[in-house]
T-cell receptor, first 115, second 111 residues
């Protein structure tokens, strides 16, 4: 089955700790994205990558970092600089810029809680 | 515009009724629109899309209507079922093809 896998499903972070959320896709998609979802709000773009070894900041990149060393993988690190990290994090992928967005696929999400 | 808060707009319907969920988009340059369904604790799932050169598109039990004059999008679900209960949100995209997502509407279907 082709798809996009996020892990872990639930993650707990202590104050001052960095944590990394995993996102892997086997859809051969060029582009990958990270979104943050807070209760009652829409999805907000954190970072995106349209090609390996390249990524751009989204609307709320502060306190987050990413890497794109492989086409299949786009991990997100929530650093201690992110003051309010408790949220539901969604990873997505798409065939790439200029292609049909109906291929825009989401993972099942990681719920991060600060303890 | 919508205020930011913890509570989503909610639509409650009876099983078997038709549901209409509305979305106002902001960018007149957007040329591609998508509706997603998100069940609790899960990632959004693609439902249906429409391009700006169309004003209506039908899928299985769903229809999307686009009114570019007033920048309005709607999703109609026929014969709504309890399994349709979820949050529905629209997304708009333009030349960058990175969508902008709306806040969503919670659909509650009563058996």
């Amino acid at each position: 089955d082709g798809g996009i896998t996020q892990s872990p499903k639930y993650l707990f972070r202590k104050e001052g700790q960095n944590v990394t959320l995993s996102c892997e896709q086997n859809l051969n998609h060029d582009a990958m994205y990270w979104y943050r979802q807070d209760p009652g709000q829409g999805l907000r773009l954190i970072y995106y990558s349209q090609i390996v070894n390249d990524f751009q900041k989204g609307d709320i990149a502060e306190g987050y970092s990413v890497s794109r060393e492989k086409k299949e993988s786009f991990p997100l690190t929530v650093t201690s600089a992110q003051k309010n990290p408790t949220a539901f994090y969604l990873c997505a992928s798409s065939p790439g810029q200029g292609r049909r967005l109906s291929g825009y696929t989401f993972g099942s999400g990681t719920r991060l809680t600060v303890v | 515009g919508e205020s930011v808060g913890l509570h989503l707009p909610t639509l409650s319907v009876q099983e078997g009724d038709n549901s209409i969920i509305n979305c106002a988009y902001s960018n007149s340059a957007s040329d591609y629109f998508i509706w997603y369904k998100q069940e609790s604790g899960k990632g959004p799932q693609f439902i249906i899309d429409i391009r700006s050169n169309m004003d209506k598109r039908q899928g299985q039990r769903v229809t999307v209507l686009l009114n570019k004059t007033v920048k309005h999008l709607s999703l109609q679900i026929a014969a709504t079922q309890p399994g349709d209960s979820a949050v529905y949100f629209c997304a708009e995209a333009g030349g960058s093809y990175i969508p902008t997502f709306g806040r969503g509407t919670s659909l509650i279907v009563h058996p």
